[in-house]
Protein backbone atom coordinates (compact mmCIF):
# COMPACT_ATOMS: atom_id res chain seq x y z
CA UNK A 1 0.00 0.00 0.00
CA UNK A 2 1.18 3.41 -0.71
CA UNK A 3 2.39 5.80 1.78
CA UNK A 4 -0.33 8.76 1.64
CA UNK A 5 1.35 11.96 0.18
CA UNK A 6 2.82 14.57 2.27
CA UNK A 7 2.79 17.70 0.26
CA UNK A 8 1.80 18.94 -3.63
CA UNK A 9 5.59 19.13 -4.21
CA UNK A 10 8.33 16.96 -3.84
CA UNK A 11 9.27 15.45 -0.16
CA UNK A 12 12.13 16.06 1.22
CA UNK A 13 14.79 14.36 3.99
CA UNK A 14 15.37 16.50 6.66
CA UNK A 15 17.69 15.69 9.59
CA UNK A 16 17.61 17.49 12.97
CA UNK A 17 19.10 17.03 16.54
CA UNK A 18 17.02 18.13 19.92
CA UNK A 19 17.24 17.62 23.20
CA UNK A 20 16.12 14.54 25.36
CA UNK A 21 13.51 17.64 26.94
CA UNK A 22 11.97 18.67 23.52
CA UNK A 23 11.89 15.05 22.32
CA UNK A 24 10.12 14.22 25.30
CA UNK A 25 7.49 16.81 24.89
CA UNK A 26 6.42 16.26 21.09
CA UNK A 27 6.67 12.77 22.44
CA UNK A 28 3.78 13.55 25.10
CA UNK A 29 1.99 15.51 22.30
CA UNK A 30 2.13 12.58 19.87
CA UNK A 31 0.32 10.18 22.26
CA UNK A 32 -2.15 12.76 23.68
CA UNK A 33 -3.34 13.66 20.19
CA UNK A 34 -2.99 9.90 18.87
CA UNK A 35 -0.62 11.20 15.92
CA UNK A 36 0.84 7.35 14.40
CA UNK A 37 4.26 8.32 13.68
CA UNK A 38 7.22 10.98 15.25
CA UNK A 39 7.79 12.20 12.13
CA UNK A 40 4.04 13.00 11.79
CA UNK A 41 3.90 14.46 14.74
CA UNK A 42 6.69 16.81 13.98
CA UNK A 43 5.01 17.94 10.45
CA UNK A 44 1.94 19.28 12.22
CA UNK A 45 3.78 20.91 14.98
CA UNK A 46 5.29 22.69 12.32
CA UNK A 47 2.40 23.30 10.90
CA UNK A 48 1.01 24.84 14.05
CA UNK A 49 3.89 27.14 14.53
CA UNK A 50 3.80 28.80 11.17
CA UNK A 51 0.17 29.01 11.79
CA UNK A 52 0.37 30.79 15.20
CA UNK A 53 3.17 33.05 14.12
CA UNK A 54 1.02 34.49 10.88
CA UNK A 55 -1.96 35.33 12.64
CA UNK A 56 -0.27 36.65 16.19
CA UNK A 57 0.51 39.61 15.08
CA UNK A 58 -2.91 40.79 14.32
CA UNK A 59 -4.49 39.49 17.63
CA UNK A 60 -1.64 41.30 19.59
CA UNK A 61 -2.37 44.60 17.55
CA UNK A 62 -6.26 43.93 18.03
CA UNK A 63 -5.54 43.81 21.78
CA UNK A 64 -3.73 46.97 22.14
CA UNK A 65 -6.04 49.18 20.04
CA UNK A 66 -8.69 47.51 22.40
CA UNK A 67 -6.93 48.88 25.33
CA UNK A 68 -6.13 52.17 23.81
CA UNK A 69 -9.93 52.92 22.62
CA UNK A 70 -10.74 51.63 26.16
CA UNK A 71 -8.49 53.95 28.25
CA UNK A 72 -9.47 56.61 25.14
CA UNK A 73 -12.89 56.17 26.27
CA UNK A 74 -12.25 56.70 29.85
CA UNK A 75 -10.39 59.73 28.97
CA UNK A 76 -13.38 61.07 26.95
CA UNK A 77 -16.00 60.84 29.59
CA UNK A 78 -13.74 62.41 32.16
CA UNK A 79 -12.86 65.25 30.20
CA UNK A 80 -16.80 66.00 29.41
CA UNK A 81 -17.62 65.51 33.14
CA UNK A 82 -15.19 67.87 34.25
CA UNK A 83 -16.27 70.47 31.05
CA UNK A 84 -19.84 70.15 31.63
CA UNK A 85 -19.43 70.90 35.63
CA UNK A 86 -17.91 74.02 34.19
CA UNK A 87 -19.72 75.20 31.54
CA UNK A 88 -23.59 73.38 32.06
CA UNK A 89 -24.91 72.03 29.25
CA UNK A 90 -24.15 74.94 26.36
CA UNK A 91 -26.12 73.87 22.96
CA UNK A 92 -26.59 70.18 23.08
CA UNK A 93 -23.01 69.23 24.99
CA UNK A 94 -24.58 66.47 27.06
CA UNK A 95 -25.99 65.07 23.65
CA UNK A 96 -23.05 65.39 22.00
CA UNK A 97 -21.37 63.94 24.81
CA UNK A 98 -23.65 60.99 24.85
CA UNK A 99 -23.33 59.98 21.12
CA UNK A 100 -19.63 59.92 20.96
CA UNK A 101 -19.23 57.77 24.08
CA UNK A 102 -21.98 55.36 22.65
CA UNK A 103 -19.75 55.61 19.12
CA UNK A 104 -16.42 54.55 21.62
CA UNK A 105 -18.49 52.19 23.37
CA UNK A 106 -19.37 50.34 19.85
CA UNK A 107 -15.83 50.42 18.97
CA UNK A 108 -14.75 48.98 22.05
CA UNK A 109 -16.99 46.24 21.54
CA UNK A 110 -16.13 45.52 17.95
CA UNK A 111 -12.71 45.69 18.96
CA UNK A 112 -13.49 43.13 21.89
CA UNK A 113 -14.75 40.42 18.89
CA UNK A 114 -11.95 41.07 16.90
CA UNK A 115 -9.62 40.13 19.74
CA UNK A 116 -12.11 37.26 20.69
CA UNK A 117 -12.56 35.63 17.38
CA UNK A 118 -8.77 35.88 16.31
CA UNK A 119 -8.40 33.72 19.82
CA UNK A 120 -11.01 31.83 18.14
CA UNK A 121 -9.37 31.51 15.30
CA UNK A 122 -5.88 30.04 16.41
CA UNK A 123 -7.91 27.38 18.14
CA UNK A 124 -9.62 26.46 15.03
CA UNK A 125 -7.23 26.41 12.97
CA UNK A 126 -4.28 24.40 15.33
CA UNK A 127 -7.73 21.81 16.42
CA UNK A 128 -7.75 20.19 13.00
CA UNK A 129 -3.56 20.02 13.27
CA UNK A 130 -4.21 17.85 15.94
CA UNK A 131 -7.37 16.03 15.46
CA UNK A 132 -7.46 14.79 12.01
CA UNK A 133 -6.15 11.62 11.07
CA UNK A 134 -4.94 12.62 7.31
CA UNK A 135 -2.47 16.10 7.89
CA UNK A 136 -3.95 17.27 4.53
CA UNK A 137 -7.27 17.31 5.26
CA UNK A 138 -5.86 18.62 8.70
CA UNK A 139 -4.30 21.39 6.39
CA UNK A 140 -7.46 21.76 4.43
CA UNK A 141 -9.94 22.26 7.89
CA UNK A 142 -7.20 24.45 9.28
CA UNK A 143 -7.27 26.29 6.64
CA UNK A 144 -11.37 26.70 6.00
CA UNK A 145 -11.70 27.63 9.65
CA UNK A 146 -8.93 30.43 9.19
CA UNK A 147 -11.08 31.55 6.24
CA UNK A 148 -13.83 32.04 8.00
CA UNK A 149 -12.72 33.48 11.17
CA UNK A 150 -11.35 36.11 8.17
CA UNK A 151 -14.77 36.82 6.78
CA UNK A 152 -15.90 37.57 10.06
CA UNK A 153 -13.11 40.01 10.82
CA UNK A 154 -13.47 41.60 7.63
CA UNK A 155 -16.70 42.49 8.51
CA UNK A 156 -16.20 44.01 11.44
CA UNK A 157 -13.59 46.56 10.11
CA UNK A 158 -15.68 47.77 7.27
CA UNK A 159 -18.62 48.37 9.94
CA UNK A 160 -15.54 49.82 12.25
CA UNK A 161 -14.55 51.96 9.48
CA UNK A 162 -18.48 52.55 7.72
CA UNK A 163 -19.11 54.23 11.35
CA UNK A 164 -15.73 56.48 11.48
CA UNK A 165 -16.79 57.95 8.20
CA UNK A 166 -20.32 58.96 9.74
CA UNK A 167 -18.67 60.12 12.85
CA UNK A 168 -16.14 62.10 10.79
CA UNK A 169 -18.92 63.22 8.17
CA UNK A 170 -21.13 64.46 11.26
CA UNK A 171 -18.23 66.37 12.65
CA UNK A 172 -17.23 68.03 9.47
CA UNK A 173 -20.99 69.04 8.99
CA UNK A 174 -21.40 70.58 12.40
CA UNK A 175 -18.17 72.93 11.59
CA UNK A 176 -19.70 73.70 8.05
CA UNK A 177 -21.46 77.24 8.29
CA UNK A 178 -24.86 77.84 6.35
CA UNK A 179 -23.02 79.50 3.44
CA UNK A 180 -20.28 76.35 3.31
CA UNK A 181 -22.86 74.27 2.93
CA UNK A 182 -24.78 75.53 0.12
CA UNK A 183 -21.71 75.66 -1.56
CA UNK A 184 -20.84 71.81 -1.15
CA UNK A 185 -24.31 71.33 -2.41
CA UNK A 186 -23.02 73.09 -6.02
CA UNK A 187 -20.13 70.67 -6.51
CA UNK A 188 -20.12 67.86 -8.31
CA UNK A 189 -20.34 64.16 -7.13
CA UNK A 190 -16.76 63.85 -7.55
CA UNK A 191 -15.62 67.30 -5.79
CA UNK A 192 -17.79 66.52 -2.88
CA UNK A 193 -16.07 62.98 -2.84
CA UNK A 194 -12.57 65.22 -2.77
CA UNK A 195 -13.80 67.87 -0.26
CA UNK A 196 -14.83 65.40 1.72
CA UNK A 197 -11.80 63.22 1.59
CA UNK A 198 -9.26 66.18 2.15
CA UNK A 199 -11.89 67.40 5.55
CA UNK A 200 -12.06 63.86 6.91
CA UNK A 201 -7.85 63.44 7.04
CA UNK A 202 -7.85 67.25 8.59
CA UNK A 203 -9.87 65.74 11.61
CA UNK A 204 -7.69 62.53 11.67
CA UNK A 205 -4.59 64.47 12.03
CA UNK A 206 -6.22 66.66 14.13
CA UNK A 207 -7.60 64.08 16.35
CA UNK A 208 -4.19 62.15 16.04
CA UNK A 209 -2.22 65.38 17.44
CA UNK A 210 -4.60 66.05 20.35
CA UNK A 211 -4.24 61.93 21.48
CA UNK A 212 -0.46 62.66 21.61
CA UNK A 213 -0.70 65.40 24.15
Known sequence: MARPKLSDGDTQRLQLKIGDDEL???????????????????????????????VIDVAVDASEKLTDATYDNYRYAADWEEWLQDNGDDDGAIDASVT??????????????????????????IAPLADAKDLNEATARSKKNLEDVAATLEN??????????????SLVFQRMSVGQRAAYQKLSEPEQDAFWATEKQKLRDEMGGENQK
Open 156 to 169: IYKRMDEREDNYLF
Open 24 to 54: REIEDWRFANRIQSRSEAVRRLCKIGLLVDE
Open 100 to 125: NLASYAETISDLSKIVRNMIVGIHNG
